[in-house]
């Protein structure tokens, strides 16, 4: 229900206002002045309804059938017909809304319609729409407030996505169906502006080498989450990072690029690799302690560290090596693929390190032949006492980490080691006459069974000389004891000088020596026995002793291979021959018969 537009007057003048904005109310029911109506019509002053003109009466139909705010306002800002929907923009032109004032007026004065938002109360958005009608206005309008508020919402959410994305620490991108960025987050990715990546091609920011045979993870036509993607950061920095992104299609389903984030995880990757490194290192070390604490000792945590390693660096072979009772750098322990004669290479390998100085922590990679070695300078203090070496090809190099965990396993193992040597120099020490330097009788016994059993696998030969100094006591009543001792002393150096290696020599007690001649047949120990009675010359002049005349008696015994003839029978065979030479005027040597003579 509307009110009337006017009506002619008597005169036949035209249409006048019947209708002031300041008094609306709802036709035929509320008095002037209430608002609760849609229009209150004024009383015309003649009191005769008259025919409407057609412009008028499609004006006025217009207002009332239109779905939403619709009103016509006359001369001024005189609202002359409205319909319910229309009240709040009628109250707020009565209020003097300067937006709609403005409106009418440019409308009014124009040739073509306008159109505006206009806000009611801060909470009511309409979209106004005004036509010129000879000096009237028509006004039309649409309640927009709820697609006003959704825009709002829209906008709010677009400006917080875009802080939380200008704030998170990934890289969002979206690409186009070629690969290229046309959009990225934040500012500052990875060294590079944001603005220098959008139009490039997203290759140019991956590893190349990574690259290399796989496909373009940028351009991808599936889901991706949380693939391995190596990038390129602007210091030219390989960095690892995890990539999930989602293909952007078109209506008809075809890929035109692709939005995603990626997630730098090289830190990340980084910490834990150094946490389970630190892991290995403590649980290997742990390993070793527990094998000294148990009941293999020192020797089982050898093994345990070179095995343990060995595992862990994922190496082809690992080697220990340790001092001897005699200070020698040596190999105590091989597994895996140690090729022969490369355990005595890095044991002198590790002598030289060693003889750098400063051995504490220093960790070392050395080109073996075809392999390449690790090796860890075990110390006790600031003693090398050995090493940890392992050996891989040649192709795979050893890394900073690997190196830092057999350290801190030769660390431990330095101790171990440490026990050792002492325990081989107590050992070699009982196996040591103290005054002469070389083997002592139960060394010579506990050898001499090695010797024979090796002859028999061997099947070769070997001589056993027994010698007994002549005019000892003599020497030792005229020069003292001292001067016996340095005899002996000097003996036992000069024997030594002359042994071959895999031969034996001992001082089986007082004046009585003893050798074993490996391989040797009768000449070699003839040969071997001249060979020391023409040393006695030399000696006479070291020993400086005049008048001392020291010579000595030497019975030989054979050993035949396989003739299971026993140490006992061995000895006692030489020593009869001995005992002939002496009794033929000493200085000279005599050899027994063979063990199967009658």
């Given at each position: 229900?509307?009110?009337?537009?006017?009506?002619?007057?008597?005169?036949?003048?035209?249409?006048?206002?019947?209708l002031?904005?300041?008094?609306l109310?709802?036709?035929?029911?509320t008095?002037?002045?209430?608002?609760?109506?849609?229009i209150?019509?004024?009383?015309m002053?003649d009191?005769?309804?008259?025919?409407?003109?057609?412009?008028?009466?499609?004006?006025d139909?217009?207002?009332?059938?239109?779905?939403g705010?619709?009103?016509?306002?006359?001369?001024?800002?005189?609202?002359?017909?409205?319909?319910?929907?229309?009240?709040?923009?009628?109250?707020?032109?009565?209020?003097g809304?300067?937006a709609?004032?403005d409106?009418?007026?440019?409308?009014?004065?124009?040739t073509?319609?306008?159109?505006?938002?206009?806000?009611?109360d801060?909470?009511?958005?309409?979209?106004?729409?005004a036509?010129?009608?000879?000096?009237?206005?028509?006004?039309?309008?649409?309640?927009?407030?709820e697609?006003?508020?959704?825009?709002?919402?829209?906008?709010?959410?677009i400006?917080?996505?875009?802080?939380?994305?200008?704030?998170?620490?990934?890289f969002?991108?979206?690409?186009?169906?070629?690969?290229?960025?046309?959009?990225?987050?934040?500012?500052?990715?990875f060294?590079?502006?944001?603005?220098?990546?959008?139009?490039?091609?997203?290759?140019?920011?991956?590893?190349?080498?990574?690259?290399?045979?796989?496909?373009d993870?940028?351009?991808?036509?599936?889901?991706?989450?949380?693939?391995?993607?190596?990038?390129?950061?602007?210091?030219?920095?390989?960095?690892?990072?995890?990539?999930?992104?989602?293909?952007?299609?078109?209506?008809?389903?075809?890929?035109?690029?692709?939005?995603?984030?990626?997630?730098?995880?090289?830190?990340?990757?980084?910490?834990?690799?150094?946490l389970?490194q630190?892991?290995?290192?403590?649980?290997?070390?742990?390993?070793?302690?527990?094998?000294?604490?148990?009941d293999?000792?020192?020797?089982?945590?050898?093994?345990?560290?070179?095995?343990?390693?060995?595992?862990?660096?994922?190496?082809?072979?690992a080697?220990?090596?340790?001092r001897?009772?005699?200070?020698?750098m040596?190999?105590?322990?091989?597994?895996?693929?140690?090729e022969?004669?490369m355990?005595?290479?890095?044991?002198?390998?590790?002598?030289?390190?060693?003889?750098?100085?400063?051995?504490?922590?220093?960790v070392?990679?050395?080109?073996v032949?075809?392999?390449t070695?690790?090796?860890?300078?075990?110390?006790?203090?600031?003693?090398?006492?050995?090493?940890?070496?392992?050996?891989?090809?040649?192709?795979?190099?050893?890394?900073?980490?690997?190196a830092?965990?057999?350290?801190?396993?030769?660390?431990?193992?330095?101790?171990a080691?440490?026990?050792?040597?002492?325990?081989?120099?107590l050992?070699?020490?009982?196996?040591?006459?103290?005054?002469?330097?070389i083997?002592?009788?139960?060394?010579?016994?506990?050898?001499?069974?090695?010797?024979?059993?090796?002859?028999?696998?061997?099947?070769?030969?070997?001589?056993?000389?027994?010698?007994?100094?002549?005019?000892?006591?003599?020497?030792?009543?005229?020069?003292?004891?001292?001067?016996?001792?340095?005899a002996?002393?000097?003996?036992?150096?000069?024997?030594r000088?002359?042994?071959?290696?895999?031969?034996?020599?001992?001082?089986?007690?007082?004046?009585?020596?003893?050798?074993?001649?490996?391989?040797?047949?009768?000449?070699?120990?003839?040969?071997?026995?001249?060979?020391?009675f023409?040393?006695?010359?030399e000696?006479?002049?070291?020993l400086?002793?005049?008048?001392?005349?020291?010579?000595?008696?030497?019975?030989?015994?054979?050993?035949?291979?396989?003739?299971?003839?026993?140490?006992?029978?061995?000895?006692?065979?030489?020593?009869?021959?001995?005992?002939?030479?002496?009794?033929?005027?000493?200085?000279?040597?005599?050899?027994?018969?063979?063990?199967?003579?009658?």
């Amino acid at each position: 229900m509307t009110g009337r537009l006017g009506s002619d007057d008597a005169s036949g003048k035209g249409r006048q206002p019947i209708l002031d904005v300041q008094v609306l109310g709802l036709a035929n029911s509320t008095p002037p002045g209430d608002c609760n109506g849609v229009i209150m019509r004024e009383a015309m002053s003649d009191k005769t309804p008259e025919r409407r003109p057609t412009a008028a009466a499609v004006l006025d139909r217009l207002v009332e059938n239109y779905p939403g705010p619709a009103f016509i306002v006359g001369q001024g800002i005189r609202v002359v017909e409205a319909n319910e929907a229309a009240r709040p923009l009628v109250l707020a032109l009565r209020d003097g809304h300067d937006a709609l004032i403005d409106l009418i007026e440019r409308t009014r004065h124009g040739t073509e319609g306008r159109k505006i938002d206009v806000v009611i109360d801060r909470r009511r958005v309409f979209e106004v729409s005004a036509m010129p009608f000879g000096a009237a206005v028509l006004v039309m309008a649409r309640d927009g407030t709820e697609d006003y508020l959704r825009r709002g919402q829209l906008t709010d959410q677009i400006e917080r996505l875009t802080d939380i994305v200008d704030c998170l620490p990934d890289f969002s991108f979206e690409t186009d169906m070629d690969g290229r960025f046309t959009f990225c987050a934040p500012e500052r990715i990875f060294g590079y502006a944001a603005r220098e990546l959008v139009g490039r091609f997203a290759t140019e920011i991956i590893d190349a080498d990574w690259l290399s045979g796989r496909s373009d993870p940028f351009s991808s036509d599936v889901l991706l989450t949380d693939r391995e993607v190596w990038l390129l950061a602007a210091d030219g920095t390989s960095l690892r990072c995890l990539v999930s992104a989602r293909p952007v299609r078109d209506d008809m389903g075809r890929r035109v690029g692709l939005r995603g984030i990626a997630r730098d995880v090289t830190a990340a990757q980084s910490r834990e690799t150094a946490l389970m490194q630190a892991l290995d290192r403590e649980r290997l070390r742990g390993a070793v302690i527990d094998a000294m604490r148990g009941d293999g000792g020192p020797e089982r945590a050898i093994r345990v560290a070179a095995e343990a390693s060995m595992a862990t660096l994922h190496a082809k072979g690992a080697l220990v090596v340790g001092r001897d009772g005699m200070g020698r750098m040596v190999p105590v322990i091989g597994i895996g693929a140690i090729e022969a004669g490369m355990d005595e290479t890095l044991a002198a390998e590790v002598e030289r390190i060693a003889a750098k100085g400063q051995v504490v922590g220093r960790v070392e990679a050395r080109a073996v032949g075809e392999q390449t070695a690790l090796i860890a300078i075990a110390a006790e203090g600031s003693t090398a006492v050995g090493a940890l070496v392992l050996i891989r090809g040649s192709r795979q190099h050893w890394h900073g980490a690997q190196a830092g965990i057999l350290g801190a396993v030769a660390d431990q193992l330095g101790l171990a080691l440490g026990i050792r040597e002492r325990v081989a120099r107590l050992e070699e020490q009982s196996r040591v006459d103290a005054l002469t330097g070389i083997m002592n009788r139960r060394a010579f016994q506990d050898d001499l069974p090695v010797k024979l059993r090796q002859a028999d696998r061997l099947r070769r030969s070997g001589a056993l000389l027994l010698i007994d100094l002549d005019a000892f006591k003599p020497l030792n009543d005229r020069f003292g004891h001292a001067g016996g001792d340095k005899a002996l002393t000097l003996l036992g150096t000069m024997f030594r000088e002359r042994l071959r290696a895999g031969d034996l020599v001992s001082r089986l007690g007082g004046d009585e020596f003893a050798f074993w001649l490996d391989g040797a047949d009768s000449a070699g120990a003839f040969a071997k026995a001249g060979n020391l009675f023409e040393m006695l010359e030399e000696f006479d002049r070291r020993l400086d002793l005049p008048g001392a005349n020291l010579g000595f008696s030497m019975g030989i015994a054979l050993y035949e291979p396989g003739s299971r003839e026993s140490i006992d029978a061995l000895t006692k065979r030489a020593d009869a021959a001995l005992y002939r030479a002496k009794a033929a005027g000493r200085d000279r040597a005599e050899m027994a018969p063979s063990s199967g003579a009658g």
